[in-house]
């Protein structure tokens, strides 16, 4: 059985970065970019962060987590990137599958996150009042301190905190 690693926080937080390194670490690892799933949405896709798109993000978050799921099972250590708030964590921790997944938050300052949305090369994601929104939503989320790195460290350090953390079992949480 392998181990699953979901990294998530608001647009601009670092998650993509720091997911890749902690994937690179492993030496048999799946990168699962939680993003591409709202990407085979063909027709009548809803932008994610508007409140009407509550019921396609349950359907994208339940394809996402199934798919992770499906690599732990096969014996991959698996580090989920994308955006689930802790509002959707107990729906992704079942759809996985699993019974043990570690959480992370990653959460620097609001400024922090529009600067770098802002200045992304490729415009995937550019609303930066969809940015601020987001970041409000997970900086008013009730979460636990062990789950939350609001440092805005190079993402090496930042990737060796989650990994000392999860050594330690401070980011498990257990269905």
């Known amino acids: 059985m392998g181990s699953l690693l ?11 970065t720091v997911a890749a390194i902690l994937a690179s670490r492993a030496a048999r690892s799946v990168l699962v970019e939680g993003d591409a799933f709202h990407g085979f949405l063909a027709e ?15 359907i994208v ?14 014996g991959y250590t698996t580090v989920f990137d994308g955006m ?8 992704f921790h ?23 949305v802002e200045r992304r ?3 995937s994601f550019s609303d930066l009042d969809a940015t601020s929104k987001m970041h409000h939503e997970f900086a008013s ?5 062990r789950h939350v790195i609001s440092d805005v ?19 498990r949480i257990a269905r």
């Open 121 to 123: 090369a490729r415009a």
């Open 44 to 58: 009548g896709r809803i932008p994610p962060w508007l409140p009407e798109s509550n019921d396609q993000n349950h």
């Open 141 to 145: 989320a009730e979460l636990n301190d």
């Open 61 to 74: 978050i339940q394809a996402s987590a199934a798919a992770s799921g499906a690599f732990v099972t096969g």
């Open 153 to 171: 460290a190079p993402a090496q350090a930042i990737a060796d905190e989650i990994e000392a953390r999860q050594a330690a079992q401070q980011l």
């Open 84 to 91: 689930i708030g802790p509002w959707f964590l107990e729906k």
């Open 94 to 116: 079942a759809a996985a599958g699993i019974q043990v997944l570690d959480y992370v938050v990653l959460m620097p300052d609001v400024g922090t996150c529009r600067e770098r």
């Open 6 to 16: 979901v990294v998530t926080g608001p647009p601009g937080a670092g998650k993509s």
